[in-house]
């Protein structure tokens, strides 16, 4: 089958106040052959190294073969590796307390996608990342929250120490068409995009817009305080009207 030609777009913005450096969501996408894969994480931001603990996470996820369980739980593993290599690298004279820190380890919330060739798709999550399925400019699927009051301070986590307890994945899947378009959003986002949806405007309209629309969009509800102050990250992907299937393939 040819490549995919799955176009993607990424809009990220910092939270008000903070850094371009202090920025802890993360993203990862591949998308020049099949399976097409994507993946968000939001770094909690009290854990120290968040940020590369979340880039650990995508970066693994999307060099995994698929999204089941077995496949994340690997890509989790690597991170774990990844990071803790990184870390001690990039801190051999640190303070006490930041040393501690360390020792605590970082966490992060992550979901991970999957676009198969014969016209399925496979989805993995750890906390509040959501991805939204939307067809003809309707949802198909916000997952694995859909109601934007359910989102909390405390949702589930995913530990960069080797030696903690890893969560238990939720996993979805289902069937895509050609000219879908499927989102990943870190929980501010998820949420405003859920309350913009129980308002009655439609998602598919903010999902069609370019980056830096987007940007303004967030800087917008921010100051309208429909959109907490918080990392915001939204990655689109949308598959082509020519997108044709191979039903005969096993992905």
Not at 67 to 93: C, D, I, N, Y
Not at 138 to 164: G, K
């Amino acid at each position: 089958m040819s490549t995919p030609s799955v176009v993607h777009r990424v809009s990220a913005v910092p939270r008000d106040g903070g850094e371009v450096d202090d920025y802890e969501d993360a993203t990862a996408v591949r998308v020049a052959d099949w399976p097409v894969r994507a993946a968000v994480a939001d770094g909690a931001t009290e854990s120290a190294f968040a940020g590369q603990w979340a880039r650990a996470l995508v970066n693994g996820l999307v060099a995994a073969d698929d999204m089941s369980e077995p496949a994340f739980a690997s890509a989790v593993a690597e991170g774990q590796r990844e990071w803790k290599s990184a870390v001690q690298e990039g801190t051999p004279e640190t303070p006490w307390y930041v040393t501690a820190k360390v020792a605590e380890g970082a966490h992060a919330t992550a979901l991970g996608l999957s676009l198969h060739p014969e016209g399925t798709w496979r989805a993995v999550s750890v906390g509040d990342c959501c991805l939204f399925h939307v067809r003809e400019g309707r949802v198909q699927m916000a997952w694995p929250m859909d109601d934007p009051e359910t989102f909390t301070n405390r949702p589930s986590l995913l530990p960069s120490r080797e030696a903690a307890s890893v969560p238990a994945p939720h996993t979805a899947s289902g069937t895509w068409q050609a000219g879908d378009t499927f989102a990943l959003a870190t929980d501010a986002v998820a949420a405003w995009l859920l309350a913009r949806q129980e308002q009655g405007e439609a998602m598919a309209e903010v999902l069609a817009l370019d980056p830096e629309a987007v940007q303004q969009r967030i800087a917008a509800a921010r100051e309208d305080s429909d959109l907490r102050n918080d990392d915001a990250t939204l990655l689109v992907l949308e598959l082509p009207a020519s997108l044709e299937t191979n039903a005969h393939s096993t992905g």
